[in-house]
């Protein structure tokens, strides 16, 4: 067995102590959890295992590593196996970045179909190209039935201009918000929506304007009815001939 010296400083080995290399000392540092796999890659045949793997070692020093071996076999005339040449890599970096981007994802994915907001993802013309799975929550939609259709679709003909306008606003600025405005739910009610916009066009991943929305119908109607109370309230004051006075609960007057 031939080993090289990138060999030994990947697997943290003193060279002066572990020459000659032996199969026993590359088993004991091989993670438990992969040893059987990598047991079964050696003995597999040529034509049903996968020449590349991808393992754990827990070093000496009890760092652990991550290993991608490529191996290639080498035959005599009759066909008979008579080396292996096999060339490791130390993929730790690599794997640390993969499973961060993952668990990054697994949290984006887990806030975006259990938060309060519906985040979505429109393109320039305003197709949806993704929707968070809790507008079905709240707005009463499955995922597939907005997917490719444009949002404007269903805003009301009412605030349709000003939102379409603030569409093609939003594609020369970083953020803005946009609403409230009224969107078909669903089941066929207007409910309102407040959102805020955030322009990643240029983001090769993105490549859309990214839509947090909220619905904001009960706070809206209760808004309006108390401007509308309100209008009601100065009208009869202004046009009463009586002397109206407001008196507060302490007998002070308002």
Same mark, same amino acid.
């Given at each position: 067995?031939?080993?090289?010296?990138?060999?030994?400083?990947?697997?943290?080995?003193?060279?002066?102590?572990?020459?000659?290399?032996?199969?026993? /000392?590359?088993? $004991?540092?091989?993670?438990? +959890?992969? !040893?059987? #796999?990598?047991?079964?890659?050696?003995?597999? &045949? *040529? =034509?049903?295992?996968?020449?590349?793997?991808?393992?754990?070692?827990?070093?000496?020093?009890?760092?652990?590593?991550?290993?991608?071996?490529?191996?290639?076999?080498?035959?005599?005339?009759?066909?008979?196996?008579?080396?292996?040449?096999?060339?490791?890599?130390?993929?730790?970096?690599?794997?640390?970045?993969?499973?961060?981007?993952?668990?990054?994802?697994?949290?984006?994915?887990?806030?975006?179909?259990?938060?309060?907001?519906?985040?979505?993802?429109?393109?320039?013309?305003?197709?949806?190209?993704?929707?968070?799975?809790?507008?079905? /929550?709240?707005? $009463?939609?499955?995922?597939? +039935?907005? !997917?490719? #259709?444009?949002?404007?679709?269903?805003?009301? &003909? *009412? =605030?349709?201009?000003?939102?379409?306008?603030?569409?093609?606003?939003?594609?020369?600025?970083?953020?803005?918000?946009?609403?409230?405005?009224?969107?078909?739910?669903?089941?066929?009610?207007?409910?309102?929506?407040?959102?805020?916009?955030?322009?990643?066009?240029?983001?090769?991943?993105?490549?859309?304007?990214?839509?947090?929305?909220?619905?904001?119908?009960?706070?809206?109607?209760?808004?309006?009815?108390?401007?509308?109370?309100?209008?009601?309230?100065?009208?009869?004051?202004?046009?009463?001939?009586?002397?109206?006075?407001?008196?507060?609960?302490?007998? $002070?007057?308002?």
């Amino acid at each position: 067995v031939y080993v090289s010296d990138s060999f030994y400083d990947i697997f943290g080995l003193d060279k002066k102590q572990h020459t000659p290399f032996t199969t026993r /000392t590359f088993w $004991k540092l091989i993670h438990p +959890e992969d !040893l059987r #796999r990598v047991r079964e890659s050696l003995y597999q &045949p *040529e =034509d049903t295992y996968c020449p590349t793997l991808e393992y754990r070692i827990i070093r000496p020093d009890g760092k652990l590593v991550y290993i991608s071996r490529m191996r290639e076999v080498y035959r005599d005339a009759a066909g008979n196996p008579v080396k292996i040449i096999g060339i490791i890599h130390d993929i730790t970096d690599r794997k640390i970045g993969e499973l961060a981007l993952q668990q990054s994802e697994e949290r984006f994915r887990y806030l975006v179909q259990n938060g309060n907001d519906i985040i979505g993802i429109i393109d320039k013309e305003g197709i949806y190209t993704f929707i968070s799975h809790n507008v079905e /929550t709240h707005l $009463k939609y499955s995922e597939s +039935e907005l !997917l490719g #259709r444009n949002a404007l679709e269903f805003i009301h &003909p *009412e =605030d349709l201009p000003w939102v379409a306008e603030a569409l093609q606003q939003i594609q020369t600025k970083k953020i803005m918000t946009v609403g409230p405005f009224r969107f078909r739910n669903g089941a066929g009610d207007w409910r309102w929506i407040s959102s805020v916009v955030s322009n990643h066009l240029n983001n090769s991943i993105i490549n859309g304007l990214v839509i947090n929305s909220k619905d904001v119908t009960e706070k809206k109607l209760k808004s309006d009815a108390l401007i509308l109370s309100d209008q009601r309230f100065k009208a009869l004051v202004q046009n009463s001939s009586d002397i109206i006075v407001i008196i507060s609960a302490k007998a $002070k007057f308002l």
